[in-house]
């Protein structure tokens, strides 16, 4: 199992343009989850899904947007990135809101 | 919706001693409350956990308790050893109710 994979794991933005961070996870998990952590922060919920077809909204929404179709994928949208977006982006997944399998992370950094 | 407070920031002990993080929650309704360690560069990874129906949990040199009248937790190391340096985060949710909510997190650094 590779268990959850995010791409990139680096990416420089310029400011007003958009991309989309991709996760997937070959765990069979229901849930899935977002996280953004800023240096020396702790992680902040952007948004999660307790199954396809099923988002919701966490901490921190405003400039995101994300998409749940399969239970595999849960794909994470920035719209017009802004500085305060540059972070260390989380995916995560979880059999049933239990114990939380983290991806490696992926650095975003707009200019 | 849920918040979670937690004390200290950062912790210095000397390797042998005790360590012990605090955390505070405010949904009542939380009944899941994990913790994970993050080391430098890396994904956190779940401890241990413990649900709302244990008062403690034991795990060889990790100890978990929660007072849910108070709604607080606390992680308890005994014996740390320079390999536990890290920053550790509490969390809560509800069992099954998706919304994990993290603590800020408490930087360890146990010093040989």
């Known amino acids: 199992n590779a268990g959850v994979t995010q791409t990139p794991k680096f990416r420089i933005l310029k400011i007003g343009q958009s991309m989309t961070l991709q996760c997937t996870q070959d765990m069979n998990h229901n849930y899935m989850y977002w996280y953004r952590q800023d240096p020396g922060m702790g992680l902040k919920l952007i948004y999660y899904?307790?199954?396809?077809?099923?988002?919701d909204k966490g901490e921190v929404p405003n400039g995101y947007n994300v998409s749940r179709s399969t239970t595999e994928d849960f794909p994470l949208r920035l719209e017009l990135a802004a500085p305060s977006q540059t972070s260390v982006y989380f995916c995560a997944s979880s059999p049933s809101g239990g114990e939380l399998f983290f991806g490696e992370g992926s650095r975003l950094t707009v200019l | 919706g849920e918040n979670v407070e937690q004390h200290p920031s950062t912790l210095s002990v000397q390797e042998g001693d005790s360590a012990v993080i605090k955390c505070t929650y405010s949904d009542s309704a939380s009944n899941y409350f994990p913790w994970y360690k993050q080391e430098l560069g890396k994904r956190p990874q779940l401890i241990i956990d413990i649900r709302s129906n244990v008062g403690e949990k034991k795990d060889q040199r990790i100890a978990v308790t929660l007072n849910k009248t108070a709604k607080h937790f606390s992680l308890h190391i005994t014996e740390t050893q320079p390999e536990d340096s890290a920053v550790y985060f509490c969390?809560?949710?509800?069992?099954?109710?998706?919304?994990?909510?993290f603590g800020q997190g408490t930087e360890l650094s146990v010093k040989p």
């Open positions: 899904s307790v199954g396809a077809g099923i988002t």
């Open positions: 969390a809560a949710s509800k069992v099954k109710g998706g919304k994990l909510i």
